[in-house]
């Protein structure tokens, strides 16, 4: 809407009438002025430094929040009809290069959040790409400039050297198919593949896949544009507002450094993604920030982190996985995942003991040789990532009381740091194997937190050695309850997230019912520590078996599996051939 704005002669004219009416006062002519110097395009801002996630599909909303996460204020805003993918595909890269944030029009209900924004950011022109509706905001004083089609006539609206760029290739066999940084086709993609079976979407030549977002192969595209290169793609409507006043001259945006945006990739992010790279933001395109090896890599030294989209997780999660991704730390077989597509082939012992078990046969260089032997024969048994592990017991269950009275020793933590550590230079993973006594889990493992802040070293907890305040080792089979199992679990949780690393395994052994007391009630629900019932049986095969079963009922949801393989104790012992036949195939195998 427009509104009439009084001209300056007019109030010319009023001041004299007054100074008439009080008889006689002689005025100077009005002062005339050069017109006002040239300000910023717009200005920017840093957002706070603890990762913030926008988690959202609604195009619109997508773009004004990154507005206002990045901009402060802004001479020129871009402009793009928020039901038209290709013009605001093209209306973000034409914000990229001139420094600009980009808003959407025609949201249902939007047109006061969106003028407000345009109050906030002081913005005295808009450049408009495509059948930008101004009905819903008061455009009074704002100059009108549609982008021209052709990229020089656009540069020289802008004052800006331009380059034309393709949109993505809509005549390939699947014009929706896009790499993306988590090295397979993107779970948008197939949504909206799924949407043209049913009818539910639309896809032309504007690469348009659903209404009101755009293709997502121009999201990855906004991502990597290059200093001036504009999208060469047509909005689907050629009708565009009428052009009212002159863009004034203004100067180049002084961008930002030192700011991420990840992106995971839906395609209603291209407004968005275009204003974060106005800003000066680098964009990562990707959703497996802990899964995918290559996106850590591109997220190593990430400061300042902002998140876009539903599949980043909750904001805890993403907060934690986007800084733990920027150290550039990864485990043992690729990136910050414990499991997903990795099975473990650990050795089970103590350093210095060769009694129990075959970790502790040989010094530190040939322990790290013989878990990779141990290690490789599965290599041929499964397309997974085979990762050699080493299974510490750091605190010893002891038949004598000490001086505590509880019936365990704690080895020093140094003790441990040279094999932790040609572990982690071998790309091994190390768990350490508690056996508290009468001591509480959680109270040893607190005295070993110099080697938890290893990002390869995790825990295992074995019942068979707690023993209760009045029980002594072999007289009974030890126990713990699930509230004990639950506050480990909790305290690495927040191990992991205060010290940013990736995820810690959680052993927990066991080889008869009783040895994990209300085992329904494990909390498995943790991201940061996924957990594993280790069955520790031993004996005959058939002995082993029903020990398997046994320990697998009624266990709680979301745990993994662990085998043990004894290399005196079982008769026979299985070949790995015969040990990745148990089904369900353990993740975690160890030998003892």
């Known amino acids: 809407m427009r509104r009439h704005v009084p001209h300056t002669a007019a109030l010319a004219g009023a001041v004299i009438a007054l100074a008439g009416c009080t008889g006689g006062m002689e005025l100077d002519p009005m002062p005339t002025s050069d017109p006002p110097p040239p300000r910023a395009i717009a200005t920017v801002e840093a957002p706070p430094e603890d990762p913030a996630l926008v988690a959202s599909q609604d195009p619109a909303e997508l773009a004004l929040r990154t507005s206002e996460t990045y901009f402060a204020s802004a001479q020129t805003v871009i402009l793009a009809p928020v039901d038209d993918p290709a013009a605001t595909a093209r209306a973000a890269s034409i914000a990229v290069a001139a420094g600009a944030p980009v808003l959407l029009t025609g949201d249902p209900g939007g047109g006061a959040a969106l003028e407000a924004e345009l109050i906030r950011l002081s913005t005295g022109s808009v450049v408009t790409v495509g059948a930008v509706s101004l009905e819903e905001f008061d455009d009074t004083g704002l100059t009108i400039a549609p982008a021209p089609q052709d990229v020089d006539e656009l540069g020289e609206l802008l004052e800006l050297d331009l380059q034309a760029l393709p949109g993505p290739d809509q005549d390939s066999e699947d014009p929706d198919e896009t790499d993306t940084a988590d090295g397979a086709e993107s779970d948008e993609d197939a949504d909206a593949d799924e949407g043209d079976e049913s009818g539910d979407g ?6 348009a896949t659903d209404e009101g977002a755009a293709d997502p192969g121009y999201v990855q595209m906004l991502a990597d544009l290059e200093p001036g290169q504009v999208l060469d793609v047509e909005p689907a409507d050629s009708e565009t507002p009428d052009a009212e006043g002159e863009l004034r001259q203004t100067l180049p945006t002084e961008r930002l450094s030192d700011q991420t945006l990840i992106a995971d990739g839906h395609p209603a992010q291209a407004g968005a993604v275009g204003t974060a790279r106005a800003a000066g933001a680098q964009v990562v395109v990707g959703s497996d920030l802990a ?21 980043l997780g909750d904001e805890d999660t993403f907060a934690w996985q986007a800084l733990t991704a920027a150290t550039g730390v990864q485990l043992p077989g690729g990136g910050q995942h414990v499991f997903g597509d990795k099975r473990y082939i650990a050795l089970y012992g103590h350093p210095r003991t060769p009694a129990m078990g075959v970790l502790g046969e040989q010094g530190t260089e040939e322990t790290i040789e013989v878990a990779e032997d141990y290690a490789e024969p599965y290599r041929d048994l499964t397309d997974e990532q085979v990762v050699p592990a080493l299974e510490i017991i750091v605190t010893v269950a002891t038949g004598a009381e000490g001086e505590e009275g509880n019936y365990t020793q704690a080895w020093p933590a140094e003790t441990f740091e ?3 550590e040609a572990a982690q230079e071998a790309g091994q993973y190390v768990v350490l194997d508690f056996q508290p006594g009468r001591q509480h889990f959680l109270d040893q493992i607190r005295q070993y937190e110099d080697l938890l802040a290893y990002p390869h070293v995790g825990v295992a907890l074995d019942p068979e050695w707690r023993l209760g305040p009045d029980q002594q080792h072999l007289n009974q089979i030890g126990q713990v309850d699930a509230e004990e199992i639950n506050e ?3 305290y690495l949780a927040d191990f992991v997230v205060e010290h940013n690393l990736p995820q810690k395994m959680l052993v927990l052994h066991q080889f008869q019912q009783r040895m994990i007391l209300d085992r329904e009630d494990v909390n498995t629900s943790r991201p940061q520590v996924p957990i594993l019932i280790h069955a520790d049986g031993q004996g005959s095969q058939s002995a082993k078996q029903d020990t398997w079963d046994n320990v697998r009922q009624d266990a709680p949801e979301a745990a ?11 008769t ?4 790995p051939e015969e040990t990745y036949e148990v089904e369900p195939l353990p993740e975690f195998v160890s030998y003892q």
Do not use: C, H, Y
């Open 202 to 207: 639309e896809s032309g030549d504007d690469g």
């Open 291 to 311: 899964g995918s090896p290559e996106l850590i890599d591109q997220l190593e030294g990430a400061q300042n982190i902002i998140g876009l989209g539903e599949e």
């Open 418 to 420: 040279p094999l932790i």
């Open 488 to 490: 480990v679990s909790a």
């Open 560 to 570: 993994r599996w662990g085998w043990k393989n004894f290399i005196d104790e079982d």
């Open 572 to 575: 026979p012992m299985l070949t």
